[in-house]
């Protein structure tokens, strides 16, 4: 039983470690939601689908440098501390956020201006490998014994918060600013705010004791040794790397992707899909928890499976249901089914994750895995379903994208097999020969 103090001491151990996790997922959603207005604004063309692809690309292009954030950083934070891993990545991620939301546009400084925006994207990404594996880890190692998965969960569900946070701005935006005045300097608003919470957001950080876990061990592995170890269970991190596909492609699909593609593919007005977007990110922030107090229940497997196998065969009916008859009830009536099946499939996986890779390069393995798979499969999400669309015209083929990402969790998760008896929840598994 956890006395109060402990409790309290608990909640905001949890607080203070996914403050930044908030400002990583905020800056990402916030490019996603204003893709067509930033493609205006920094890459100019005559094609607005050029520019719209531009600009997603350029969301895209700071998911490649993750991987290379993982192993940097995550074998920093391996060697030096949780603590001070994250202390630097949210450093990283406010140097990013402040060189878009104050950059000139191309109309202004010309080239000098997009390259700068792809520099910041890449410096975003580059601390983002290491994020989100610092989160999740320190979480679990924070947990309370039997209560991983509904501690990990918060790692995911401060980025609904996120999700939420940028929707709302947006709200309040398309209905107070015209359309051309949002195009012109709006979508910079959520930006700003951003950058002005970011004090805020270090304080909390700053006050972050070491995990008690971390401390206790006795040997701290250099890099090269970190990096050798990782090279030995390459096979965890490829089966890690599918597992995160499915939650990755579902995620941008339902977020970041979701304005667009209810604005410019679905014709419908902008405010109707940010509202889904909120609605969507309360939705994921309801069943993260509750998924992941489940799976310290009845295993994470369990959940595994069945959420693959759900997204597997709904996800595409479901789309071409919605282009059908495109409507604000039924946008919001898909995207809450993918949100039940990803919430569900995440409160589950993550912890799972943190579970499969030996404790000496937890951190760094956990990134790299993540990260593989957002900047392979998830990041590119919103611009591979625009190229699709654009030369298929079947406005539902981002379904058949979603069922992929669901094949490949359901083939990780046959392969990732239990080796010993559990002692706290669900434990650490082995590959099967």
Known sequence: MISSPDRKSKIWSVIRVSSGNFLEMYDFMVFGYYAAAIGKAFFPSGSAFVSLMLSLMTFGAGFLMRPLGALVLGAYTDRHGRRAGLLLTLAMMSVGIFSIAFMPGYATI??????????????????????????????????????????????????????????????????????????????????????IIIPFLFRLRKSLAETDEFVARKHHPGTAEIFRSLAANWRIVLVGTFMVTMTTVSFYMITAYTPTFGNSVLHLASIDSLVVTLCVGASNLFWLPIMGALSDRIGRRPLLFVCTVLMLVSAY?????????PSFARLLALELWLSFIYASYNGAMVVFLTEIMPVEVRTSGFALAYSFATAIFGGFTPALSTY??????????????????????????????????????????????
């Open 110 to 195: 010309g080239f000098v201006a997009p390259l700068l925006v792809v520099l910041g994207r890449l410096l975003q990404g580059f601390s983002a490998g290491m994020e989100l594996g610092g989160v999740s880890v320190y979480l679990s190692e924070i947990a309370t014994p039997g209560h991983k998965g509904f501690y990990v969960s918060w790692q995911s569900g401060s980025q609904q918060i996120a999700v939420m946070f940028a929707a709302s701005v947006g709200v309040v935006l398309n209905s107070s600013l015209p359309l051309d005045q949002m195009e012109r300097w709006g979508w910079r608003v959520p930006l700003l705010l951003g950058c």
């Open 317 to 325: 009916p479901a789309m071409l249901w919605l282009v059908r008859e």
């Open 388 to 433: 699709l669309i654009h030369i298929s015209g079947n406005r539902a083929i981002p379904g058949l994208w979603l069922s992929f990402a669901a094949a490949c969790g359901l083939v990780a998760t046959v392969f990732a097999k239990p080796h010993r008896a559990p002692i706290d929840g669900p434990q650490p598994v082995a590959l099967e020969a």
